[in-house]
């Protein structure tokens, strides 16, 4: 079946530095990757949503600025934490979405983020 | 707007007893549904899913019924096992082009031997 590969699974950097999160669609092209946020036992928060080619679209509250995300091929999404600061600490979840009707919502692995 | 509303956790039961997590949907249109697990640390799998009413999903021993008349689609599963141990999302998509899934707040299970 369709694969999104995640990567880092888990990342700890230092305060004012970035880092950059990589979801690659394996299989299948994904020509909408979904970035979600999820906080300690509780629930994920959509943060914004990408289409290949162009310029994503950021949930309300959430710093377009801050968070970069560039989706430049139907294989690739990336998701870059600018200036990292400890409340980014979180876990990460991207979701590619290509073929609906065979393929549906596939989900990466995660990336735990830790900003010390 | 549409949301997914899901039975508060934690749920503890012993191994081998009978579960259900509730879920009832808000929705416009006609969504399909799905529940997805996530283990300790990982990201979220599909676990099952339906895309018309009267559908079930079935998946692992795991079963849901997508019920239009009550907006609903509990999970159930007769017999659970230490390895179920996860937190379940039940979630929908209004299936209207490439819009987000709308995931409900997770129920935590915990099956102990």
């Known amino acids: 079946g369709a694969v999104v590969s995640q990567h880092p699974s888990r990342v700890i950097c230092k305060s004012g530095t970035s880092v950059k999160i990589e979801c690659r669609s394996l299989d299948f092209q994904a020509t909408t990757m979904f970035w979600y946020r999820q906080f300690p036992k509780q629930s994920l928060m959509l943060m914004a949503t990408?289409?290949?080619?162009?310029?994503?679209?950021?949930e309300q509250g959430v710093e377009k600025d801050k968070f970069l995300i560039n989706h430049a091929s139907l294989t690739l999404s990336t998701l870059t934490v600018t200036s990292a600061h400890p409340e980014d600490s979180s876990f990460y979840i991207c979701?590619?979405?290509?073929?609906?009707?065979?393929?549906?919502?596939?989900f990466g692995s995660g990336t735990r983020l830790t900003v010390v | 707007g549409d949301s997914v509303t899901q039975m508060e956790g934690p749920v503890t039961l012993s191994e081998e007893a009978f579960l259900t997590i509730n879920c009832t949907y808000t929705a416009t249109g006609y969504p399909s549904l799905f529940w997805y697990v996530q283990y300790p640390g990982e990201g979220l799998q599909l676990l099952l899913k339906?895309?018309?009413?009267?559908d079930k999903g079935s998946n692992k021993g795991f079963e849901a019924t997508y019920r239009k008349e009550t907006t609903s689609f509990h999970l159930e599963k007769g017999s659970v096992q230490v390895s179920d141990s996860a937190v379940y999302f039940c979630?929908?998509?209004?299936?209207?082009?490439?819009?987000?899934?709308?995931f409900g707040k997770g129920t935590r299970l915990s099956v102990i031997a």
């Open positions: 339906a895309t018309k009413a009267d």
């Open positions: 979630a929908l998509s209004d299936g209207a082009g490439n819009t987000p899934l709308v």
């Open positions: 979701s590619g979405i290509g073929d609906r009707t065979n393929y549906g919502y596939t």
């Open positions: 990408s289409n290949e080619g162009s310029k994503a679209t950021y």
